[in-house]
């Protein structure tokens, strides 16, 4: 899925750059989680409707790492 629709998010192929990925479910939605490789980008893609929403958070690791848990569980 993220093969799909990373290169929109961050301008170039995302095969290869997927570090982590997650599945959750919240109130009957569906999120799919993943990290790429540093600069350490966030994306979480959701649907609702007919349509696809995509969030994304870029950052180095010394300022995604001090909220890393506050991203993750955004879903939560």
Same mark, same amino acid.
């Given at each position: #899925?993220?093969?799909a629709f990373g290169p929109e998010m961050i301008g170039e192929n995302v !095969? @290869?750059?997927v570090l982590s990925s997650n599945v959750a479910e919240h109130e009957g *939605? +569906?999120?799919y989680q993943? !990290? =790429?490789e540093p600069p350490h980008i966030f994306i979480t893609a959701t649907a609702a409707g007919n349509r696809l929403y995509l969030f994304g958070v870029t950052g180095s @690791? #010394? +300022?995604i790492y001090p909220v890393l848990? *506050? =991203?993750t569980s955004l879903n939560s």
């Open positions: #899925m993220i093969n !095969e @290869g750059k *939605r +569906t999120y993943f !990290e =790429l @690791g #010394m +300022t848990s *506050r =991203l």
